[in-house]
């Protein structure tokens, strides 16, 4: 399974961007997906996924700005993020698990992509 993420890019503090995740590759299912951030210098962060009930979990630095979907049939997933600040400058990456439910501990991993927020 590979994990294509793309959408990142620059925008000025209360922009908004919109990130997507393709997973190709896929034989069985893909069981979850999700989205993290990393800055230089912290651990990587899981900011948005959903749970085995079926709900969505966000980061409280996100949460009410940030909103995941997923397409189950189409294998990707997508992040819409409003009221960007200068704090969600990142890495943003795209993850998924096919043997568990638990985006904790992610079986795949995107490549990454750049968000830089200017103030």
């Known amino acids: 399974v590979q994990l294509q993420a793309s959408g990142g890019g620059s925008v000025q503090a209360g922009g908004s961007l919109r990130l997507s995740c393709q997973a190709t590759g896929v034989r069985f299912a893909i069981n979850n997906m999700g989205w993290y951030r990393q800055v230089p210098g912290k651990p990587r962060e899981l900011i948005a996924a959903f749970s085995s009930g079926g709900r969505v979990k966000y980061a409280d630095s996100v949460k009410g700005r940030f909103t995941i979907s997923r397409d189950i049939r189409a294998n990707s997933a997508s992040l819409q993020m409003s009221k960007l600040k200068p704090e969600d400058t990142a890495i943003y990456y795209c993850?998924?698990?096919?043997?568990?439910?638990?985006?904790?501990?992610?079986?795949?991993w995107g490549q990454g992509t750049q968000v830089t927020v200017s103030s």
């Open positions: 993850a998924a698990v096919d043997s568990s439910y638990d985006l904790e501990h992610p079986d795949y």
